[in-house]
């Protein structure tokens, strides 16, 4: 091994022994009282450690851990966290058994390029991530059962720094291993620890790392060992690398690796799940051990395509991965020789026909080798469809087989614990078992706006302590100028209508839009009776330059003194970032150009706190605005070159004559009745339709179920 590794060599009194275990499983990081036990046990070293148990655990005195262990009251907490923690990594009474008497009887495969699960292990760049890491957490809950492959990537994706004159700066950290939740996987016995793929010329080798998601097991690819050559041993250090044949490789061992992983690991799953087109290879090794077995290439495309679904998450087209041929050509023995075909026969199967016949389709190739196919919004699904008809020439747009299956948020992880505890007194403590369940949630009204309210207060308080402590933290390490304390935040106000924009830098989700017209834009936000406060975060692609020049106009208002501070940037959106944001916000601005957002998640997550969304009508919010749960940007018929001006005007209009009059409209104590209103509305129709439980039943009942039934030798599942 070359990464020193010495977790174990930890002492825990024996009285509280299990506590490396319990950190080493992230089911702690969705279950309040979970976070409690690390929070309780050294409260300093709990922050000082960015809420992470591990390296928390590592750094612990004797002392501590001694004191602890004789503490009555955390012995109590910690006897009851890890009944609860038995229980439900063993339970068998969940949804999967109850409404599926057919419930998957294997293991589903799910792959994905990243994961966001916790911030203490930085592997995700954005959605896609967040997606992931919730869906492991919602099988995990529902005993789903799952099995995930992803890659470790020591430098993970990039901390964000900006400069005094708004300039992205990109820090790359290498990740100490010692202190994320993972452990060198555990082999059956008799398989190797490392796993071999032949890629170009060379042979290379992949360590596998395990990481557990509660009841999910988490399988991490690390390129990263002596025995590969050097540019071999970097290839899994960065998300998404800019270099094509880079890349390529990182795919290839992706997706190959990630299939003999399953297979040493003596894992045969029923279903395979690609998500999005970076985790395709998978389907060439399962075609090649199809071969191996002695199949025609039809009936081995035909048996993986059958136990195969694919989710796209991308409705534009640079969104997907397309290699040039001549490249691809350098890795003929890794794609086409091992399944005896030739390179033309190779190419079709990526093949999009009337545009580069010299290219390489990654998506196409995935559809092609998919039984079940979704998008992940009903108009994305639209979209998706016109997109790819092409690969379905003979077909009516309609009968094109896309489904839509619309994204979700794993509530336990994104509603704040604190309107939770108020929806199960004033609801039911059934909350948990009926989170998708739009009777619970139509009982909002049971809630006093007072008590609601009170709750919306506290959880702003939380964000402009968390935006202070960041601040002071910058502050200290003496990297900023001062006039930048006033763009990280620290002149805003917790009394203020507050709205927040985070999300990726990019074109098409116009950040600027709210910046078209400067002095109207000062007026609204410096209005004496009705201040409103802007926070933006958000990361630019390293490589992506005018999306860094956005990044720049937006910093510089941060600057300007005629915003009097009420415009912040806050640094580095990460999903602790992003927590706070969704929960402690008064309003949630999305504003894409219309068709290019697939989905969105970030507004479900708003939605589940009671913040609201302002938003133009696309991805999944164009199915979940119902006219009383938020607003509404602009108009979906708008030509392309009228959008970002109507948009604008409808967006400075709804600010000004609807949402501050609304926020500022208090009772005699200070309660924003018709608000709260709202608050409830999105609160009740937007958490049962857009949990994370909905999404994998409608998985489970439209892809999974489905694609096991048809598998050939479904029969060996046992029941
Ligand atoms: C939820 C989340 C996202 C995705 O949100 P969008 O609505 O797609 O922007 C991205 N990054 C982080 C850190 C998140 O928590």
């Avoid at 509280?16 to 300093?44: C, K, M, T």
């Avoid at 203490?120 to 995990?140: M, N």
């Avoid at 109507?646 to 000004?656: I, K």
Wanted: charged share 25%; hydrophobic share 35%.
């Amino acid at each position: 091994m070359n990464v020193e590794y010495e977790k174990e060599s930890l002492k825990l009194p024996t009285r509280i022994n299990r506590l490396f275990e319990l950190a080493n499983n992230l089911w702690w990081s969705w279950h309040e009282e979970g976070r409690q036990v690390f929070r309780s046990l050294d409260y300093p070293l709990w922050r000082t450690s960015g809420h992470n148990p591990v390296k928390e655990l590592r750094t612990i005195s004797q002392e501590k851990l001694e004191v602890a262990a004789r503490d009555p009251a955390f012995l109590e907490l910690y006897d009851s966290v890890m009944q609860k923690f038995d229980d439900e990594m063993t339970k068998s009474h969940e949804w999967c058994g109850q409404t599926n008497p057919d419930k998957p009887s294997g293991q589903i495969a799910y792959f994905s390029a990243e994961y966001a699960i916790h911030h203490s292990l930085p592997i995700y760049a954005g959605g896609l991530g967040v997606l992931a890491g919730d869906i492991c957490k919602e099988c995990s809950d529902r005993g789903l059962p799952l099995v995930a492959v992803g890659f470790m990537y020591p430098q993970g994706y990039f901390r964000q720094r900006i400069s005094a004159e708004g300039e992205q700066q990109e820090d790359y950290q290498q990740l100490d291993f010692n202190d994320a939740p993972i452990t060198p996987c555990a082999w059956p016995f008799g398989c190797g620890p490392l796993i071999p793929i032949e890629l170009g010329d060379r042979l290379l080798y992949v360590r596998v790392w395990q990481v557990h998601v509660g009841r999910v097991n988490l399988y991490l690819l690390d390129t990263n060992v002596e025995e590969n050559h050097p540019s071999d041993r970097a290839l899994s250090a960065r998300l998404y690398t800019a270099d094509q044949e880079e890349r390529l490789r990182q795919l290839i061992v992706l997706g190959v690796g990630g299939a003999r992983t399953l297979r040493e690991l003596h894992i045969e799953p029923i279903v395979w799940h690609a998500n999005e087109d970076h985790t395709a290879f998978m389907m060439l090794e399962r075609l090649r051990l199809e071969r191996l077995k002695g199949s025609s290439m039809e009936t081995a495309i035909e048996n993986v395509r059958q136990c195969t679904v694919f989710t796209t998450h991308t409705p534009v087209p640079a969104g997907h991965h397309v290699f040039h041929l001549q490249l691809l050509d350098r890795y003929a023995r890794n794609l086409w020789e091992p399944l005896g075909i030739s390179r033309e026969e190779f190419v079709k199967l990526g093949q999009f026909p009337g545009l580069e016949p010299d290219r390489f389709n990654l998506t196409a190739f995935a559809f092609r080798l998919s039984s079940h196919s979704n998008a992940v919004s009903k108009l994305h699904g639209e979209v998706t469809k016109r997109m790819w008809h092409v690969l379905w020439s003979s077909k009516n747009p309609q009968e094109i087989p896309i489904l839509s299956i619309t994204n979700g948020v794993h509530l336990p992880s994104w509603q704040a614990p604190e309107i939770r505890e108020l929806c199960e007194k004033y609801i039911s403590p059934e909350l948990l078992q009926k989170q998708d369940n739009a009777e619970y949630w139509s009982c909002m009204d049971a809630i006093p706006n007072e008590a609601l309210w009170l709750t919306r207060k506290k959880l702003k308080e939380r964000l402009m302590m968390t935006i202070q402590d960041r601040a002071q933290r910058r502050w200290t390490q003496g990297t900023v100028a001062t006039q930048q304390l006033t763009a990280m935040g620290t002149l805003l106000d917790p009394y203020a209508l507050t709205i927040g924009y985070a999300r990726r830098f990019t074109e098409y989700k116009r950040p600027y839009l709210l910046l078209t017209d400067i002095e109207r834009l000062k007026r609204i936000i410096t209005d004496q009776e009705r201040p409103i406060q802007i926070i933006f975060a958000g990361k630019s692609h390293p490589a992506d330059y005018q999306s860094k020049q956005l990044l720049k106009r937006v910093y510089q208002t941060a600057l300007d003194r005629g915003f009097q501070g009420r415009i912040a940037f806050i640094e580095d959106y990460d999903l602790n970032l992003a927590r706070d944001l969704v929960r402690g916000v008064d309003v949630w601005l999305n504003t894409p150009k219309r068709l290019q957002e697939a989905s969105g998640t970030s507004g479900m997550k708003a939605s589940m706190n009671g913040v609201i969304n302002l938003s133009v009508l696309d991805g999944w919010w164009a199915e979940g605005f119902n006219g009383k749960n938020g607003w509404a940007i602009g108009d979906f018929q708008v030509s392309r070159e009228e959008e970002d001006r109507t948009d604008a005007e409808s967006l400075y209009s709804l600010l000004e004559k609807q949402i501050a009059p609304l926020y500022y409209k208090r009772d005699r104590i200070g309660v924003p009745h018709e608000w709260i209103k709202i608050v409830k509305e999105a609160i009740k129709t937007i958490t049962p339709a857009f949990s994370a439980c909905m999404m994998m039943k409608e998985y489970t009942q439209q892809m999974y179920l489905p694609a096991a039934k048809q598998q050939p030798n479904n029969q060996n599942g046992g029941k």
